[in-house]
């Protein structure tokens, strides 16, 4: 795996090894507070990314367009500050709403983006 793949799946690789340690922590602590945060580290951080990675490495002329250069920019920027947010939200300070806010919508703006740009591939080649 090269390039946008790569990089999509190592970040995958990270999301799910913080994930996984927050849900750890949780599990040892007893305290499941940050249940959502933990979720959306390993459903979107780890799934959805290792996904993406997967599908630019299956359809490498999707991975060479400049659109797949963004939508993995604002993928990672969006999903960082999303997680910043909902840590902040579930720690109970809701001065993490805005970010979590941002977050979710620019997440929601490069998913739009990612089936613009996959969509072509569904009619084969
Ligand atoms: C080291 C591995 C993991 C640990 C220690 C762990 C721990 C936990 C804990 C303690 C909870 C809270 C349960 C509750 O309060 O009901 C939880 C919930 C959750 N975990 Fe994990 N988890 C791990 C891996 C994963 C993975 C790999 C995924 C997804 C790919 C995942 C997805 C979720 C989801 C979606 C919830 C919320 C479930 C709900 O809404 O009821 N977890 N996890
Ligand atoms: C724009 C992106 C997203 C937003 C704004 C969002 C928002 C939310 C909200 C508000 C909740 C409820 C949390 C609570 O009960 O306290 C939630 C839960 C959940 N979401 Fe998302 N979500 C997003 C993306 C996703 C994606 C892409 C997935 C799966 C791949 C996902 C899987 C889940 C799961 C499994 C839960 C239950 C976890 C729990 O009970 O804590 N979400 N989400």
Redesign the pocket.
Known sequence: MTGIAGRFFGSALIFAVLGMSLGLVMGMTHDHAQ??T???FL??GW??FAIYGFFYHLFPETAASRLASVHFWLAEASLIV?LFGLFQI?SGNPAGDPF?AAG??G??TS?ILFAVIAWPSLRGR
Do not use: D, E, K, Y
């Open positions: 249940m959502p933990h979720a959306h459903v979107v799934v959805s999303l579930f979590a979710s919508i997440l929601l998913t």
